[in-house]
């Protein structure tokens, strides 16, 4: 009994993980993100990962709400193949996340660094 409720347990906590971004298979330190407004006319933070942290700045005080912006992730790689990658989505209620928009479903940019890769986000000022 003790051994089947172990691994609904475990089972439960594998299914509710947020897959890795589509084409992002790792973000190692050294990484960086940008998000920009969605005509990609202007940079509204930026920042790079550092042990497991990635520290992003906003350019000016924070996003804006419900704005459409879009997020660059750029995983460090030591090689000259250097990808990037490019997504959608909008910025949270509370001007703190991208919910981004994967697969027909709204996704937090937050959640998904958390528990696809590890990496925590704080925002600098």
Same mark, same amino acid.
């Given at each position: ?12 906590? $594998? ?5 890795? $971004?589509?084409?992002v ?9 940008v998000? +920009? ?33 879009? @997020? +660059?992730v750029?995983? *460090? ?7 990037? *990658?490019? *997504?959608?989505?909008? @910025?949270?209620?509370?001007? $703190? ?11 937090? *940019? ?10 925590? $986000?704080? +925002?600098?000022k």
């Amino acid at each position: 009994m003790r051994l089947l409720a172990l691994l609904l347990i475990i089972s439960t906590a $594998l299914a509710a993980a947020l897959p890795p $971004l589509p084409g992002v298979s790792g973000l190692p330190d050294g990484s960086e993100v940008v998000i +920009w407004s969605a005509d990609a006319q202007s940079k509204l933070a930026k920042g790079a990962i550092k042990l497991r942290i990635l520290s992003l700045t906003a350019l000016y005080d924070k996003l804006t709400p419900n704005d459409k912006v879009g @997020v +660059w992730v750029l995983p *460090f790689k030591n090689t000259s193949d250097l990808k990037s *990658f490019a *997504f959608a989505g909008t @910025v949270s209620k509370d001007g $703190l996340d991208v919910m981004l928009e994967l697969a027909n479903s709204k996704v937090s *940019f937050t959640q998904t660094l958390k528990e696809a890769y590890g990496v925590r $986000l704080e +925002w600098k000022k």
